[in-house]
């Protein structure tokens, strides 16, 4: 029951409409038996510096950050995780009595779902597709977390140059080596999924208006050993997992780390692990899954 000690938070972005968060963040707290709801709220950069002062204002537990507001909002907030520091991109903020930490729970989400499927990447290589803000927390909290060698690959678009800045966040601040490559280069792709134990699309190819497409060049790069990943859910087999799948490979779509990164934020602002296998049948019962 929502009452006068019923707790708030947000989700801030722009549109924001169209997500599955406060339907899976409320279930969760419903759940666990926690006095809190997560809102909406349509905010874009021009509004975000209020909006975030009124999580201090309010005595809101904290928010969700989404897009275009994940690269700005930081310079609002009191102090960044190491990773948000990193990635340089925040997607949940937790109010302290007034101090306002960003976190980056996206990585963590991925790297909690891998796990989740009994996968270790810690002290492998792994390829990952992608330059933008998904790719950058994977990358990152992958770096962090134990993965020796990263290659990355991107086309020569504007994210490229964030790609490189990423290679070189990763080998200067962690153990992991990372580097960079055109994405047009297919004798460098099929060398570096070669002896990766991981490959990961984290583009929006295979979504609208990209769907049943990859930059995949064929399933000759792929070996029946290779876990697949696609950071896309939607449609929930892509183009590039429909190869993964014809040569045999394990594959996994982006559900797993949609939810992780909620139980990621939920764990954050309640102290408690959000319980994933009843909110695995609760998405499914509902159909976002
Ligand atoms: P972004 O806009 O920050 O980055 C887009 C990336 O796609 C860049 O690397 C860009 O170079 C690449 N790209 C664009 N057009 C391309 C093309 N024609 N060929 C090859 N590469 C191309 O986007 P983002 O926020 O990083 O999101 C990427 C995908 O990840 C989206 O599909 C998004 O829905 C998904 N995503 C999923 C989750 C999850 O929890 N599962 C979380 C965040 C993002």
Redesign the pocket.
């Known amino acids: 029951m929502l009452n006068g000690y019923t707790e708030l938070v947000g989700l801030m972005a722009s549109p924001i409409r169209h997500s599955h968060s406060p339907a899976m963040q409320n279930e969760a707290f419903r759940r666990a038996g926690i006095n809190c709801v997560q809102l909406a709220f349509e905010v874009d950069n021009s509004c975000l510096k209020e909006a975030v002062h009124a999580i201090r204002i309010l005595g809101m537990r904290g928010s969700n950050v989404s897009?275009p507001n994940k690269t700005v909002v930081g310079k609002y907030l009191d102090k960044l995780s190491p990773a948000a520091q990193l990635i340089g991109s925040v997607n949940t903020i937790v109010n302290d009595h007034g101090v306002l930490t960003g976190y980056c729970t996206?990585g963590i989400?991925f790297m909690a779902s891998l796990k989740d499927e009994g996968i270790d990447i810690t002290g492998k290589k792994i390829t990952v597709?992608?330059?933008?803000?998904?790719?950058?927390?994977i990358q990152i909290q992958a770096a962090l977390d134990g993965v020796a060698e990263i290659s990355i690959f991107?086309?020569k678009?504007?994210?490229?140059e964030a790609?490189e800045e990423t290679v070189r966040k990763i080998n200067k601040f962690t153990d992991c080596k990372a580097s960079i490559y055109d994405?047009a280069d297919h004798a460098a792709l099929r060398r570096e999924i070669a002896d990766s134990c991981l490959l990961s699309n984290?583009?929006?190819?295979?979504?609208k208006p990209?769907e049943g497409i990859t930059?995949l060049p064929d399933t000759t790069f792929l070996r029946p050993d290779l876990i697949v990943t696609d950071?896309?859910?939607a449609p929930p087999v892509t183009k590039f997992l429909e190869m993964a799948r014809e040569v045999g490979c394990r594959y996994m779509n982006?559900?797993g780390?949609?939810l992780f990164?909620g139980a990621a934020a939920f764990q954050l602002w309640t102290g408690k692990q959000m319980d994933v296998d009843h909110m695995k049948q609760w998405l499914r019962e509902v159909g976002i899954f």
Not at 129 to 137: C, D, H, Q, R, S
Not at 202 to 207: E, N, R
């Open positions: 897009m996206d989400g597709v992608g330059a933008g803000g998904a790719a950058t927390a991107n086309v678009d504007q994210f490229y790609g994405l984290a583009t929006g190819l295979g979504m990209y930059w950071t896309v859910y982006g559900h780390m949609m990164q």
